[in-house]
């Protein structure tokens, strides 16, 4: 036994080492030089770089005007998701460059990263973010192929005779 005796759940909570290791952490604004918050966002095989800054709402991605490159609306809808979560639609400046995958997968990589990237520069939106599932990474990425299979699952065709 220790040197101390424990009699009542203060004694407890005290020889614990006051509960520092069990506070919730504290998030903190991360800005760069020019003033923008920087965050890396992935779906599929899809990487967006995004940096926000304080500004009329305009979102360039690749150069490009966004309705230019999300031409489908609902990919467009899926991009600003986060902005119109957190009532911060038309308040920031985006822009981001997208690699890899497919349309789907970018529009998916560049929510993630504006949402990150949002919680780098108001961390209190990150409860709001969190509760709509968009800080979270969606790990889902295509399944490999097998040998002596037609596809990852798929067998070729079966014959009797």
């Not at 890396?40 to 490159?69: L, M, Q, S």
């Amino acid at each position: 036994m220790s040197d101390q005796e424990i009699q009542s759940l203060e004694d407890l909570g005290g020889a614990i080492g006051q509960g520092e290791e069990n506070a919730a952490p504290v998030y903190v604004q991360k800005i760069d030089a020019q003033g923008r918050a920087y965050a890396t966002g992935k779906r599929k095989n899809a990487i967006a770089r995004v940096w926000i800054k304080p500004g009329k709402g305009v979102i360039t991605v690749n150069g490009r005007e966004f309705e230019k490159y999300f031409a489908r609306p609902v990919l467009r809808m899926v991009l600003q998701q986060p902005l119109v979560a957190a009532n911060r639609d038309k308040q920031y400046d985006i822009v981001c460059t997208v690699t890899g995958g497919g349309l789907s997968g970018q529009a998916g990589a560049v929510r993630h990263g504006v949402s990150k990237a949002l919680t780098n520069f108001e961390p209190e939106l990150r409860s709001v973010l969190k509760k709509g599932g968009f800080l979270t990474r969606d790990s889902r990425v295509v399944e490999r192929k097998k040998y002596g299979k037609a596809k990852a699952r798929r067998s070729f065709q079966f014959s009797k005779r």
